[in-house]
């Protein structure tokens, strides 16, 4: 399987607000319902220009043939204190989970991470999803922690995984 993993641009808006769609309806392990998701092309278009106008932040995508296939962000904090840092949201559509996507995203969120000066990469990842835990473990991240009843998924309150990558000075 051929894919390829670029910085998105504004342009990119409508596809990754379709793709978002997309990954909400596919599966729970989201933090949207499928339901409650109401931005527009236009505003994901805004999103995409303003994390990547920021040199802690990033938007990147997946794409197969063209159409986008996998998601991630990286916003960097704000404050001074916390710019340091980014946390990470990634989704890929269930038609190309375990062909690599994740893995290829998170290797060049890390990569493009170091190059920016972060210390630290974070997200965090429901516990039951083992497939994602695994791909996280793979690519350097360690668990910290769990946030016990974090999430109210499908009226069952679910624990997460606080985990990171601590790049070395």
Request: with cysteine.
């Amino acid at each position: 399987m051929t894919f390829l993993v670029r910085r998105a641009v504004e342009a990119d808006g409508p596809a990754l607000i379709g793709l978002r769609r997309t990954l909400f309806a596919e599966t729970s392990n989201m933090l949207w319902e499928p339901g409650e998701f109401v931005q527009t092309g236009e505003d994901e278009s805004k999103r995409i220009a303003r994390l990547n106008g920021r040199p802690n932040s990033l938007v990147i995508l997946a794409e197969d043939a063209g159409q986008p296939i996998g998601l991630l962000t990286a916003v960097g904090g704000e404050v001074r204190r916390l710019r340091n840092s980014a946390s990470l949201a990634l989704g890929v559509a269930k038609s190309h989970w375990g062909q690599g996507v994740a893995t290829r995203m998170l290797q060049t969120a890390l990569e493009w991470s170091r190059g920016a000066g972060l210390r630290r990469v974070e997200l965090t990842v429901h516990t039951s999803n083992l497939r994602a835990v695994a791909v996280y473990l793979r690519c350097g991240f360690q668990v910290e922690g769990v946030r016990r009843s974090s999430l109210l998924v499908d009226g069952v309150y679910v624990d997460e995984y606080m985990m990171s990558v601590i790049h070395e000075a």
